[in-house]
């Protein structure tokens, strides 16, 4: 198996089993808990479920995670494949995307972390921990969005690796998902832009692994 077709599998697996579970695994698993709910009386809430789930909630984050780095990986490898005219724009998404990255490691972290501290009984500070890490979270519509913006205008001006076409949606999306982070537009549109974002990188993959045989 070569780099390219690895890259594609990559791109394929990734990112729709990384939706399948947080998406759907998840609360299949773990449970759903009311979203209108303040933050830190939903923190509670979450820290109390994941009490009764602990070994569920720990690896379904796990998973994820681990299924997110595949696909930030396989973003980053399409994005240094790029040559010519896109090359230069393919290398600054190829170093954002790994960079991106810490912002899932260290908000699973923190989340695992608040775990183990509301076990031992301290809830004050399990709550705190749980709601930096959502916190943390918010930042990732940013490294994603301009990563994905970075690559698309780079498919666009290579022309040769994806559709011009892909590219343009590609980096469509990712200005959407950029500016609805400075807007602060709301978590369910915001979701639906992420799940496009997902579709976009599943297609790219197939059409790459295609291209590849």
Same mark, same amino acid.
């Given at each position: 198996?070569?780099?390219?077709?690895?890259?594609?599998?990559?791109?394929?697996?990734?990112?729709?089993?990384?939706?399948?579970?947080?998406?759907?695994?998840?609360?299949?698993?773990?449970?759903?808990?009311?979203?209108?709910?303040?933050?830190?009386?939903?923190?509670?809430?979450?820290?109390?479920?994941?009490?009764?789930?602990?070994?569920?909630?720990?690896?379904?984050?796990?998973?994820?995670?681990?299924?997110?780095?595949?696909?930030?990986?396989?973003? =980053?490898?399409?994005?240094?494949?790029?040559?010519?005219?896109?090359?230069?724009?393919?290398?600054?998404?190829?170093?954002?995307?790994?960079?991106?990255?810490?912002?899932?490691?260290?908000?699973?972290?923190?989340?695992?972390?608040?775990?183990?501290?509301?076990? =031992?009984?301290?809830?004050?500070?399990?709550?705190?921990?749980?709601?930096?890490?959502?916190?943390?979270?918010?930042?990732?519509?940013?490294?994603?969005?301009?990563?994905?913006?970075?690559?698309?205008?780079?498919?666009?001006?290579?022309?040769?690796?994806?559709?011009?076409?892909?590219?343009?949606?590609?980096?469509?999306?990712?200005?959407?998902?950029?500016?609805?982070?400075?807007?602060?537009?709301?978590?369910?549109?915001?979701?639906?832009?992420?799940?496009?974002?997902?579709?976009?990188?599943?297609?790219?993959?197939?059409?790459?692994?295609?291209?590849?045989?």
């Amino acid at each position: 198996m070569n780099i390219r077709t690895l890259n594609s599998w990559l791109l394929i697996i990734c990112p729709i089993s990384m939706v399948l579970v947080w998406a759907v695994l998840e609360p299949i698993l773990v449970g759903t808990i009311d979203e209108s709910l303040a933050p830190s009386v939903y923190a509670l809430d979450y820290l109390e479920l994941a009490s009764d789930n602990e070994f569920a909630v720990r690896f379904i984050n796990m998973l994820g995670l681990l299924f997110l780095s595949g696909t930030m990986t396989g973003l =980053a490898l399409l994005g240094r494949s790029l040559q010519g005219n896109g090359s230069g724009l393919g290398s600054l998404a190829a170093f954002l995307f790994p960079v991106g990255l810490a912002v899932p490691v260290i908000a699973v972290g923190l989340s695992l972390e608040a775990y183990g501290t509301f076990a =031992a009984g301290f809830t004050d500070d399990a709550v705190s921990l749980e709601l930096l890490s959502g916190a943390v979270w918010t930042g990732m519509p940013l490294f994603w969005g301009l990563g994905f913006v970075l690559l698309g205008l780079g498919i666009v001006m290579e022309k040769t690796s994806l559709p011009v076409v892909l590219g343009a949606l590609m980096a469509l999306v990712g200005g959407l998902l950029f500016i609805g982070l400075l807007l602060s537009l709301n978590d369910g549109l915001g979701f639906v832009v992420f799940l496009l974002s997902i579709l976009i990188t599943f297609i790219s993959g197939v059409v790459l692994l295609r291209r590849s045989d």
